[in-house]
C-alpha cells in the first residue's frame, strides 16, 4: 500500500485534494512494529503524528503516575485501541508538549506511518487551505476523543467500574 492510499483512509486528511495529500505522502516514512513493540512512551517528548496502516495500536496509560499512593504498581491501563485509518500522537502538533499516553503494536505485523510536525507544519505554512483542513480535522477528531473520554469518565464515575444493571 502507498503512502497515498494510507492517508486517504485516515479520517485527519479527511477532504484533502490529491495535490494535497500527494505532498504530505513525501513527509510520511513507514515503521513495521511486532506485537508489544513500543512506538512511543508516556511523559515522553512529542514531535510525530502517527496513522496506523496495518495492524493495530494499544494506547495505554500508566496508574501509577495520577496515584496519591507512591507505591502502586499497577500495570498500565489500555484506554483504547486503534485500527488502520486512525491517528495517534496529533497533539504534538498542537503543544508539542509530553506524550500522554504509551503507544504500542497490539496486532503481530502492525505498520504505521510516522509524519514529523516540523516538516507538516511547514507544508501547513506553505498552503493555508492545506492547513486549515488539517487542524479542523485536528479538532474534529480531539473532540471525538474528549467526548468519548468523557463517556468513560461518566460511566466509572455513575458505576463504578461495576457491570451495568
Known sequence: ????????????FYEFTLDQLERVATLCQERALAVGEVIFEENSSS???????RGEVEILIDPSLVSDRPDTRAQPATIATLRRGQS????ALVDQG?????????HPDTLVVSIPRAKLMELCDADPDLGFRLMRNLAADLALKIRNTDLRIREQLLYGGRDRP
Open 98 to 106: 509530553l506524550r500522554s499516553a504509551t503507544a504500542r503494536a497490539a
Open 1 to 12: 500500500m502507498s503512502f497515498l492510499g494510507i492517508l486517504r483512509q485516515a479520517d485527519i
Open 47 to 53: 514531535d510525530e503524528l502517527y496513522v496506523i496502516a
Open 88 to 91: 495517534f500522537g496529533e497533539v
